[in-house]
């Protein structure tokens, strides 16, 4: 027996506004966060020239391994949050995230450490010898990943708690800091420069996501 379908439009069109006012801000989050990384790397193409930027791409693509933990989290931890938010208990949501942050960043760093002790051997593997010499670039981008990791979960928290404005604003400011210094940056102090640079965009992005994530927290809990 087949159930008959029924159709209620306002329900639909409630749903529909509902995951627009939260996933509108993550498409501008991605489109800025998409400018934010990749015009330290254009512009150290058109400054340091196409053989720089073609061993800052192979350095990042090595860097790519971590991706499978990075997935691993946005495909465990969402599930997770929402079974713990169905409660409205956000001291259990916050309180999972600082374990999870504990037990995995040992991992995160464990991949960090055998990325810079086997810089200079992974980027022979795979690019070759002529390569390998610029194992030292690999070294100094992986202190991006535990970075990164410290921010995901935070960010999966405003995700949860349907705020996603703030990664938007985190975005827009490494973005706009890549607009007006890279230039400046690149030109001065090279390579060294734009890596720092890489950095210190990362850094900014998870500092606002920290706060905006604690802030929330707060005035929720405040709220219990």
């Known amino acids: 027996m087949i159930l008959p ?3 209620n ?15 509108k801000w993550l498409l501008l989050s991605s489109l800025t966060q998409w400018l934010g990384g990749n015009l ?16 800052l791409r192979a350095c990042l693509t090595i860097l790519n391994i971590s991706a499978i933990l990075f997935q691993s989290i946005e495909s465990f931890v ?3 949050l929402s ?9 259990l949501m916050d309180l999972f995230l600082k ?7 040992l991992i995160t760093m464990i991949i960090t450490l055998f990325i810079v002790f086997t810089s200079k051997y992974l980027l ?18 992986s202190i991006m990943l535990p970075i990164n990791f410290l921010r995901l979960p935070l960010e999966l928290g405003l995700r949860a708690l349907k705020n996603t404005k703030p990664i938007f604003y985190a975005n827009l400011s490494a973005s706009i800091i890549a607009i007006i210094f890279s230039n400046i940056i690149i030109i001065n102090f090279d390579i060294s420069g734009m890596i720092a640079g890489l950095i210190f965009n990362q850094v900014i992005i998870f500092l606002i996501i920290r706060y905006y994530y604690r802030l929330n927290i707060h005035k929720r809990r405040a709220r219990e």
């Open 5 to 7: 379908f029924k159709f």
């Open 9 to 23: 439009s306002g329900r639909f069109y409630k749903y529909i506004y509902f995951n627009w006012i939260s996933s």
């Open 40 to 55: 330290w790397l254009i512009n150290s193409g058109v400054l340091m020239g196409a053989k720089m930027l073609g061993i």
């Open 78 to 80: 969402p599930k997770k």
């Open 83 to 91: 079974i713990i938010l169905r409660t409205n208990e956000i001291h």
């Open 99 to 105: 374990k999870f942050i504990n037990r995995f960043f």
């Open 124 to 141: 022979k593997i795979f690019y070759g010898e002529e390569m390998s010499v610029f194992y030292y670039i690999l070294i100094f981008l």
